[in-house]
């Protein structure tokens, strides 16, 4: 008897489930596309879910934290999850997928089919792509007007003959400033993490059988730092020398047994201070991969883009994480693991990029996109990868409006996407939010907050020293009074969410990311529950004056964790107005950096 084949048909069928995957769905869900959601994992997340555990790292020096859907979910991990659980956090990546109707999830559903055809204008476009669910043993028929690879290995590639590249370059091929002299197919490589936590009694620590025994001069330079808020072994690192696809069952197998050989080393070898307070609390078995396939589009981000600072004119997201190269032997290099140079944060990332070159109807985002392996070195961590998947999302709905490919999107709709990303809270460098005429003629009801509507959602280096917000007492009112009655349809709101978290408390380690490493339950001074941001407004009420002099409330919000708030309208008004009712933090005034209407 053959096995059940069940048949889905949407507008976007995104193949991957990690951060970027996820934003691209939620974005176009969000924009009203009927969404198919393929992952290959019995969750959400990819490299930060509970499987994997690697960092969400992005441009998040100072004022450089990635805003929009991904600022969205952090923000609520520090409402929900604020001892930094990862079966809590593991439930809020579930929840932000399935919160949304448009969205159709398939978990442990493995992409291993697809289907092309020639459109009418005689491109290649895909039909269809077929999915195995190993749960309930079912095939998964996929067809879309849209596809998105976000699988981070770009599965579709190689099923569907769109064009990608392995490896790193030659210098000489874009001019970067590499050691590479000749081009090979050698990437960054993976590792499986290990976790510790520190208890209040001795715990002894039997390796098993398979652990590798570390030697002196193998441990000589990856020496652990138990201590260390940021210690999490990502040193641990195998299989850039090898297929990075193909190998990767060969490599898990070798990591699995170096990271037990690692934690029997610290426990075992006499040479750790309090070795014997520590437990292995977690080690993964799926490893986290750096590397492997990079897709091709109609441009090739180079190293030199992003050092020259990434000014595009069709900037959809940005960069700002090192150009952070690690040595494809990993582990057993005998120099330093990883080779870093900075990065002019935040750099822009053009949406050519995130298209296929000679597939008509296939997007990517993710660490797999059009770059080459230097530039991919610093555009690969996840946050960056969220804003990527965010604005493939925002693209397929303009695609689908206006029936245009992705290319399309480029050549016709190029400023509506980033307005659209921008209004939705993705900042992106250089690009100005518009701001409607009624709004930029209006009467201030407080004086001194023109900084309402000049279009910056943030105070950045790219505009200057300058504080691109106001600040209003609590309980007090600003906005507007128009010069004649205005039909509104979206009121927008940027708040302050403490892009560089100084009030949070820890160490720059622990107020950065979402999720820890090692942990010290019995020290609080290094695993403090951690608040929301202080600046963030927790509670605010929108009100308007009708044409016919009526005040109405158009929302009223007592447990804000949004950091930018867009509000449905449809109504005429003569007034607008804004009123912080309290903030996170305590205190008597709010910062606020935008609102506006159109």
């Given amino acids: 008897m053959a096995l059940e084949t069940v048949l889905h048909e949407c507008d976007l069928c995104v193949v991957g489930g990690g951060l970027a995957g996820m934003c691209a769905a939620i974005a176009a869900a969000r924009g009203g596309s009927k969404v198919v959601l393929m992952q290959d994992r019995p969750m959400f997340g990819g490299n ?18 990635e805003t929009g859907i991904i600022e969205e979910i952090q923000l609520e991990s520090l409402y929900a999850n604020p001892d930094k659980i990862y079966a809590v956090w593991d439930g809020i990546l579930y929840g932000k997928v399935r919160d949304e109707a448009n969205i159709t999830p398939l978990l442990n559903c493995s992409c291993c089919d697809a289907k092309t055809e020639t459109s009418p204008d005689g491109e290649t476009v895909i039909a269809e792509i077929t999915g195995w669910q190993t749960t309930t043993q079912k095939w998964h028929k996929v067809r879309a007007k849209y596809f998105s690879d976000c699988s981070g290995d770009s599965i579709l590639a190689p099923l569907t003959g769109a064009e990608y590249r392995v490896g790193r370059e030659a210098r000489d091929e874009f001019g970067e400033k590499t050691s590479q002299e000749t081009a090979d197919r050698k990437t960054m490589g993976m590792s499986c993490l290990f976790q510790c936590r520190r208890m209040n009694r001795p715990v002894p620590f039997v390796a098993p059988s398979f652990a590798k025994k570390l030697t002196p001069e193998e441990i000589a330079l990856r020496r652990p730092h138990m201590n260390s808020t940021g210690e999490n072994f990502w ?20 990591l699995v047994a170096l990271a037990y050989g690692m934690f029997d080393w610290i426990k075992n070898s006499g040479e750790v201070p309090g070795a014997e307070y520590w437990a292995l609390d977690f080690l993964g078995f799926l490893p986290g991969k750096r590397e492997s396939r990079r897709m091709v589009g109609d441009y090739i981000m180079t190293q030199g883009d992003v050092l020259a600072g990434g000014d595009f004119p069709d900037t959809v997201a940005f960069g700002g994480w090192p150009l952070d190269d690690h040595h494809p032997d990993g582990f057993y290099h005998r120099g330093n693991p990883n080779v870093w140079g900075s990065t002019p944060a935040p750099y822009g990332i053009p949406y050519r990029c ?42 397929a709905n303009i695609a689908r409006e206006f029936s245009l490919s992705p290319r399309g999107v480029y050549r016709e709709k190029i400023g509506l996407l980033q307005q659209r990303l921008m209004e939705n809270g993705c900042f992106l460098p250089r690009i100005p939010r518009e701001i409607p005429g009624f709004v930029t003629d209006a009467a201030l009801l407080r004086p001194g907050t023109d900084n309402l509507r000049n279009g910056r959602d943030r105070t950045n280096r790219l505009f200057g020293p300058e504080d691109q917000g106001v600040t209003v007492p609590l309980g007090e009112a600003a906005g507007y009074r128009f010069t004649a009655p205005q039909k509104i349809g979206n009121v927008h709101i940027a708040l302050d969410s403490d892009l560089a978290r100084v009030t ?14 090692n942990v010290w339950p019995d020290d609080q001074t290094k695993s403090p529950s951690m608040p929301m941001p202080a600046t963030l407004v927790k509670s605010y009420r929108v009100e308007g004056v009708t044409a016919e002099g009526e005040r109405v409330v158009l929302r009223e919000e007592g447990c804000n964790r949004l950091q930018c708030v867009n509000i449905p309208c449809s109504l005429a008004l003569s007034e607008l107005s804004f009123i912080p009712l309290s903030l996170w933090g305590g205190g008597a005034e709010a910062h606020i950096l935008s609102f506006d209407a159109r």
């Fill in 354 to 395: 995130l298209y296929s070159k000679n597939i008509g109807n296939l997007f990517f985002a993710g660490r797999n996109i059009s770059l080459t392996h230097a530039a991919m070195s610093s555009s690969r961590v996840m946050a960056t990868c969220a804003t990527l998947g965010e604005a493939v999302g925002t693209a």
């Fill in 48 to 65: 930060a879910s509970s499987e994997i555990r690697m960092w969400v790292c992005g441009s998040d020096g100072g004022d450089n934290r």
């Fill in 235 to 254: 040193y641990l690192e195998l299989g850039g020398n090898r297929d990075s696809i193909g190998d990767t069952e060969e490599v898990r197998d070798e």
């Fill in 504 to 517: 949070l408390p820890g160490d720059d380690v622990e107020r950065r990311h979402s999720m820890r490493a």
